[in-house]
């Protein structure tokens, strides 16, 4: 590795080189120097929101040091990498957890006191970075987390967005979106102004023979569009690694600014080019499960996926190593089907720009990348419309036709017989317009495909990938079940539930190895752990009571059962399923004598999570919500015995205080339409029971904690179809209980009922598609055993501690290191 200073000149450097603050006055010293000299803020006007960039800024600092020696050390180890493509990285804050992952939070609170300020307040100001949807996004997240934490040498590589996910408000009952700017003041990026790309756009493609009769093609013409490089420290756990999240941002190619126009007078136009170029990084796409054919999204994603690729290659080449070895040094990511034009990307550059041919550049490709699907749901599959490709990225179409080709003539060799075959897993579906079909580019081109779960990653397999399956052989299909990072989901979230651990485990390195949780059942029947472990969860419901008093003016009961549900707003994860429930418990309360009332077991029903802006059914359930807690909270018959309460914007921050405060979450979509499902691990892995189908990762969380442990119920996967087909042709009957609330919100009771119509014909008159019909009286009953269940505190008890004890697998470490040996063949770096 050669240096940029010569060895006379280093001795400035050994002398000066910055060290990072160790104790309490260290850290004062330096936080006070950001706020005076990088804020130029004084004593005289020193906020919370000054301290919190004080603090963020010092650590930054310290994460950029181990930064510098983290990138020189995997340059001078020259082992092979790994690079996750995702374009959502859902991170919340950073402050909390980087304090946590240097170890320096402690020395941080200490010196934050004798600033005059506290800890929560400070940690507080920060705005969350939520370039993300929902589980996709945040499972990216706890990756790169995992990544350093294991000292994996790995990058992701994003898009940094001007706005991420909106930020959604309530008003009247019905969502609201407000555009979230959150770079006003982000201190955790580094614009890296040496770092850009060119990337082309539209333009056509020439085709000529070279002296040797070789077929070159030239993509030429269209447009050039910068992308400019802004890197995020990722600090792992108890390590010096610190890994790189690179995003990157547009602007106008410094050509592109039209100086001609602008000496010309006319400066709006000349601004107009840059503006449109910014565009493409301007906002994240808010669907979640869902997929849209919009232009600026394709155009985001080829950005997003040239960038990266030339980066990555240009490392590589940096090695001097022959291009055959490419695959022994790389190995690339694509979560979902977002980064597909990745792979037509490298074969462009290997053929195009490098000279390789075609059997050379498909062989380094398809040793390259791998391939993880997140669903099955059909309307979220990737397909992009031909002459939008051939327009937008011809010279892409081009190999991609190449791909399907080659792919097509190996399928007719091996299936002779089989002509319907070749239409059905043809890249080109011959629709009208045309469509390439990504998730079919994806696995041709990738050596491995995993779905997320045990029940997701075998439903691939039989239903959208079936053909793959046959014609590639079955071990190019894999699993590599989800988890989540203990860091954040449970030290960070839960400080007392940690400490509480780590005093019987002796110390925190359950935190590195999560199955030494194990060890905690020998405490099950420990009087004192179980009182303590009672008293965190209280306090952790009087913590989430207050956040509910203060975002919507209700005042709930922390003695009362706390049954949650935050995700997305989708029809499949059956949020309508759980307010008619809510209506249902309502309709029997009213119908109670007095004495009766008084045997019923409190609830606070918690709902939270975004609806896509144009998915209208969504939205319809959230307005639902809404308008049945309008009704309940204020019903004198019912008072403290229920209550429904929307939590506003739930976000990454508003799950770490909502997830510890669960006794019951929801988890119940219809059986195998959801691919695994993350918070159902992270409620368990904090003392909360669930309520969950035959669906996702709740199949393995059973399995782990044991029946005993979860609340089951509803069809399974494999009758769903039939139930379906009963729909369709009149064979079954409406729920008679369900029918009762449908008559309740047809009466109005909560709102003008047309409002609610579509919802409620949608199960009546239209096939019931999610099959919420199928699953209500087994849901409602259920949820009568949840109630006996949780009147019997000592029990409910012992099967919360026994769960967490049997979390261990759930960790995203033991995750990555699944990854890392069956698909990416890497090995971490000892730190320097
Ligand atoms: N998921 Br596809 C998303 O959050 N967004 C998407 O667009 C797609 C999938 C989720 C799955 O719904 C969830 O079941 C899974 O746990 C998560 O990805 C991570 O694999």
């Known amino acids: 590795v050669e240096a940029s200073i010569p060895e006379p000149q280093r001795e400035a450097w050994k002398k000066f080189a910055p060290k990072p603050f160790q104790t309490a006055e260290e850290f004062e010293r330096e936080a006070i120097r950001h706020i005076e000299t990088t804020l130029a803020r004084s004593l ?18 310290r994460l950029i040091i181990d930064w510098n020696t983290t990138q020189q ?31 320096l939070k402690n020395i941080a609170k200490e010196g934050l006191e004798s600033l005059g300020f506290r800890m929560e307040d400070i940690v507080a100001q920060e705005h969350d970075a939520a370039l993300g949807n929902g589980g996709l996004g945040r499972l990216a997240a706890c990756f790169l987390d995992s990544l350093a934490s294991l000292n994996y040498p790995a990058w992701g590589y994003g898009l940094r967005y001007r706005y991420g996910i909106f930020k959604q408000e309530i008003v009247d009952g019905y969502q609201v979106e407000v555009p979230d700017y959150w770079l006003d003041f982000n201190p955790w990026e580094f614009a890296r102004h040496d770092i850009k790309v060119d990337v082309q756009f539209y333009g056509s493609v020439r085709k000529y023979q070279d002296d040797d009769g070789k077929s070159i093609s030239v993509w030429e013409g269209g447009e050039i569009v910068q992308a400019l490089a802004f890197d995020v420290p990722i600090p792992g756990y108890q390590t010096a690694t610190t890994n790189n999240l690179r995003l990157w941002g547009s602007k106008a190619a410094s050509g592109e600014f039209d100086f001609q126009k602008f ?13 449109r170029a910014e565009t493409i990084s ?21 950005f997003w996926c040239a960038a990266s690729l030339y980066d990555i290659v240009r490392r590589f080449k940096k090695t001097h190593r022959s291009w055959t070895e490419f695959p022994n040094q790389v190995a690339i990511q694509l979560n979902d089907t977002h980064p597909t034009l990745a792979i037509p990307e490298l074969i462009r550059i290997l053929i195009d720009l490098e000279g390789l041919d075609w059997d050379q550049a498909w062989d380094i490709t398809s040793k390259t990348f791998g391939y993880t699907n997140h669903t099955v749901l059909p309307e979220a599959l990737e397909k992009w419309s031909v002459p939008l490709m051939q327009h937008l990225l011809p010279r892409h179409l081009q190999i991609i036709y190449d791909i399907n080709l080659q792919f097509l003539q190996y399928v007719e060799r091996t299936f002779p017989k089989d002509r319907d075959m070749l239409s059905r897993v043809s890249v080109i579906e011959e629709s009208n317009p045309k469509m390439v079909r990504m998730a079919y580019i994806a696995v041709i081109g990738s050596h491995k495909v995993n779905g997320v779960a045990e029940l997701h990653s075998d439903l691939i397999k039989t239903t959208i990938f079936k053909d793959f399956v046959a014609i590639f052989g079955p071990d190019k299909f894999t699993n590599v079940t989800n988890g989540i990072t203990p860091r954040r989901w449970l030290h960070q979230a839960n400080p007392r539930l940690s400490e509480l651990i780590a005093s019987k485990l002796g110390g925190y390195d359950f935190l590195k190895d999560l199955t030494m949780l194990h060890k905690l059942e020998a405490y099950v029947d420990d009087a004192a752990f179980r009182k303590e472990f009672q008293e965190i969860k209280y306090a952790n419901k009087v913590r989430l009571a207050k956040l509910i008093k203060d975002s919507t003016g209700v005042s709930v009961n922390p003695a009362s059962l706390f049954d949650i549900q935050v995700k997305r707003i989708h029809e499949y994860k059956r949020q309508q399923l759980n307010i008619f429930g809510c209506i249902h418990r309502y309709l029997q309360i009213k119908a109670m004598t007095p004495a009766a009332r008084k045997k019923v077991m409190p609830r606070v029903h918690i709902f939270g ?17 809404n308008q049945v807690g309008k009704v309940i909270n204020s019903d004198p018959d019912v008072g403290d015995l229920m209550k429904v309460i929307f939590l506003e914007d739930y976000n990454v921050s508003k799950a770490e205080l909502i997830v510890p405060a669960s006794d019951i979450s929801e988890h119940i979509s219809t059986a195998g339409t959801e691919a695994s499902g993350t918070s159902n691990m992270k409620f368990v892995l904090n003392g909360g029971l ?13 399995r ?11 069809n399974l996967a494999e009758d769903v179809e039939d139930l379906r087909h009963a729909h369709l042709y009149g064979r079954y009957q409406l729920d008679p209980a369900l029918a009762t609330v449908f008559d309740a919100i047809k009466h109005g009771t909560f709102g003008d009922a047309s409002s609610f119509s579509a919802l409620v014909n949608g199960i009546v008159d239209h096939g019931d598609y999610y099959l919420v019909s199928d699953d209500f009286a087994s849901y409602c009953k259920t949820q009568e055993l949840i109630d006996e269940g949780y009147r019997n505190q000592e029990e409910w008890v012992t099967r919360a501690i026994t769960s967490v004890a049997r979390m261990g697998f759930f960790s995203s470490d033991r995750c990555i290191d699944e990854y890392a040996e069956m698909i990416w063949n890497v090995e971490p770096v000892v730190p320097e």
């Open 44 to 61: 005289y006007n020193c906020d919370e929101f000054a301290t919190y960039a004080g603090t963020a800024l010092a650590f930054r600092d």
């Open 609 to 625: 999570g975004k609806a896509a802006p144009g998915y209208w059914m969504a939205k319809t359930v959230i307005h639902l919500i």
């Open 282 to 302: 301007a906002v994240l796409y808010p669907n979640d499960n869902l997929e849209r054919g919009k232009e600026l999204r394709l155009k985001q994603q080829y």
């Open 690 to 702: 669930i309520i969950g189908t035959c669906d996702g990762a709740n199949i393995e969380i059973t």
């Open 704 to 714: 782990e904690i044991g029946e005993a442990n979860i609340f089951l119920f509803g």
């Open 73 to 103: 050390n995997h340059t001078f180890k020259d082992q092979k990498r790994v690079y996750y493509l995702s374009l959502e990285f859902l991170m919340g804050r950073t402050l909390d957890n980087a304090m946590l992952n240097v170890g």
């Open 263 to 275: 000496n010309s007078g006319d400066y709006e136009s000349s601004v107009a080019d840059q503006q």
